[in-house]
């Protein structure tokens, strides 16, 4: 499908009935910029063209890159905004890259009067999609280029609470849990795609190569004390076991991610010890699956985390003159307490 009639088919929920309404009141919208099918000299010419009409501050859409945005600073400058994850996909229907949306919408409401929806809310992201429904919103059906993936957890809603969020490179969840005897979640899985497991990772293939994957879970106690989990697939059903280590503390925090692309972008270094001039001194140490930065005690064991990121400069012209760059970065959570540390660029 093409990405309006994807649009299309999301906002009627699958119901043919309603696709034909909304293709009718949707009309057919041209592209403001089209590069699809261009040669480079043509591509260049609408660069060109794109530079010399813009404002100063302004963006030169055909310059984007999935992970970058350039801005015109004046006539003979301009500033590249490089993320470390994509930010835009690439539009297969004028060869424009767009940013990634991950906002919430309803169905039409005339889908919504229908019991044969396939889902009450969806995120159109691009390169991928999320449907599920209201009154069951952790049980979603992840939509790649190609393949599928559904999930519907076996997990007692008393004994785990998930929060599920959306990402610019696919799907979170957070799964809390608060029951101590609890050992073992399970969700259902259903994909016209293959999965195969590898070092905790689940990557789902079909006649296209690689479709998308489950990140490797990261699983932490209230203290932040790192908790093993040992990933299964018994038929179709996906298990995550968690190794409670000496001293952990529940609750107990799991956060898979179903991922569109293949490598992370990032790389955290832990190391352990229960002499802490050890652990903030050792070159060698642990992958860890989420970045993080710091350092804790938990128990009788120091833990000191580093981050180190990746930039995909390719996109920068060969010749083109770096004259300053700035490194930003946001902060998702602060787990630091009143003792404090600095943290170090």
């Known amino acids: 499908m093409t990405g309006k009639q994807i649009k299309i088919w999301l906002a009627s929920a699958g119901i043919l009935a309603v696709m034909g309404t909304l293709l009718t009141q949707m009309g057919d919208d041209a592209p403001s910029i089209q590069l699809k099918g261009l040669s480079v000299a043509q591509k260049d010419s609408v660069v060109k063209e794109e530079v010399r009409a813009a404002k100063n501050g302004g963006e030169i859409v055909s310059l984007r890159s999935e992970t970058m945005r350039v801005l015109k600073v004046d006539k003979s400058k301009f500033q590249a905004i490089i993320s470390q994850a994509p930010v835009n996909y690439l539009d297969e229907d004028d060869g424009i890259w767009k940013p990634i949306d991950t906002s919430v919408h309803e169905i039409n409401a005339l889908a919504k009067l229908n019991p044969l929806r396939a889902f009450d809310s969806y995120i159109d992201a691009g390169d991928f999609q999320a449907t599920w429904f209201n009154d069951k919103p952790h049980d979603y059906t992840f939509r790649g280029k190609h393949s599928k993936v559904s999930f519907v957890s076996l997990n007692d809603t008393s004994k785990v609470k998930t929060v599920t969020t959306a990402l610019k490179t696919g799907i979170k969840q957070s799964h809390t849990v608060i029951d101590t005897t609890l050992r073992k979640l399970r969700w259902v899985i259903q994909s016209n795609a293959e999965p195969s497991l590898k070092n905790g990772e689940v990557t789902f293939s079909d006649s296209a190569g690689f479709a ?134």
């Not at 652990?279 to 580093?306: C, E, F, H, K, M």
């Not at 083109?320 to 009143?338: E, P």
């Open 212 to 345: 998308f994957r489950i990140e490797t879970p990261t699983a932490t106690d209230k203290n932040l004390l790192q908790v093993p989990v040992t990933v299964m697939i018994s038929g179709d059903t996906l298990i995550y076991e968690i190794t409670l280590p000496k001293g952990a503390v529940y609750p107990i925090v799991i956060d898979p991610t179903t991922s569109m692309y293949t490598l992370n972008v990032y790389g955290c270094h832990r190391a352990t010890s229960t002499t802490y001039l050890t652990a903030r001194n050792s070159t060698t140490g642990a992958n860890y699956g989420s970045p993080q930065v710091g350092q804790i005690l938990a128990g009788a064991d120091y833990y000191v985390q580093r981050t180190g990121y990746m930039f995909n400069t390719s996109a920068l012209p060969n010749n083109a003159t770096v004259t300053s760059a700035t490194l930003c970065l946001g902060v998702l959570s602060d787990d630091s307490d009143a003792t404090g540390f600095n943290v170090h660029l």
